[in-house]
């Protein structure tokens, strides 16, 4: 099958994370979703000074995979993510490329000491993740607030984004084909 997104767990993630994420991907994206087979845990990331994961070396061994019809890979970790620059960092992409990441932990109510919420949660996810695979297609950030595509540089900017692309964003994905 062409153009198949493919979700790939790094790490120990819940199984319904994947399973709840890949068909609101398929109508976000329009585009058949797939679960692929999971990657190690990378232990070589982790920074023990900041009790993070580098988010690049996870891209470099997304970078590695190759499976029939991919289009696109997701990584899903169930880690807190950085880059040098930043405090954290919900997901990263290789811009105009094949691959992007998402953490799960700051989409948690629970990573702020909060009650958890699933649905919002979720909602974030995916959020992110549409994000993220927007600046594989060639996206960059957006200055509408409620675009999925404006940059999230807290928990808040995800809860106020949309979950899809604004007109403008919408149009520049067009011009993709």
């Known amino acids: 099958m062409e153009d198949k997104l493919y979700l790939v767990p790094v790490?120990?993630?819940p199984g319904d994370v994947l399973t709840t994420l890949s068909p609101k991907l398929e109508g976000a994206l329009g585009m058949a979703c797939g679960i692929a087979p999971a990657l190690r845990h990378p232990f070589d990331a982790y920074n023990t000074s900041r009790e993070q994961y580098l988010s690049t070396d996870i891209l470099?061994?997304?970078g590695q995979l190759d499976?029939?019809?991919a289009f696109r890979f997701l990584g899903v970790v169930n880690l807190d993510l950085y880059v040098p620059e930043l405090n954290f960092i919900f997901g990263q992409a290789t811009m105009a490329g094949r691959d992007a990441l998402v953490a799960l932990p700051r989409l948690r109510q629970s990573f702020y000491g909060l009650a958890e919420d699933g649905d919002l949660f979720h909602?974030?996810?995916l959020k992110e993740a549409v994000h993220e695979l927007g600046?594989?297609?060639?996206l960059g950030h957006c200055p509408k607030r409620t675009c999925?595509?404006?940059f999230s540089n807290s928990l808040r900017d995800t809860d106020i984004k949309g979950q899809s692309f604004c007109p403008g964003c919408r149009s520049m994905l067009?011009?993709?084909d």
Do not use: A, I
């Open 123 to 125: 909602l974030r996810l």
């Open 67 to 69: 499976l029939p019809g």
């Open 135 to 138: 600046h594989t297609f060639g």
């Open 148 to 150: 999925v595509m404006c």
């Open 11 to 13: 790490g120990e993630v």
């Open 60 to 62: 470099g061994q997304l």
């Open 174 to 176: 067009g011009d993709q």
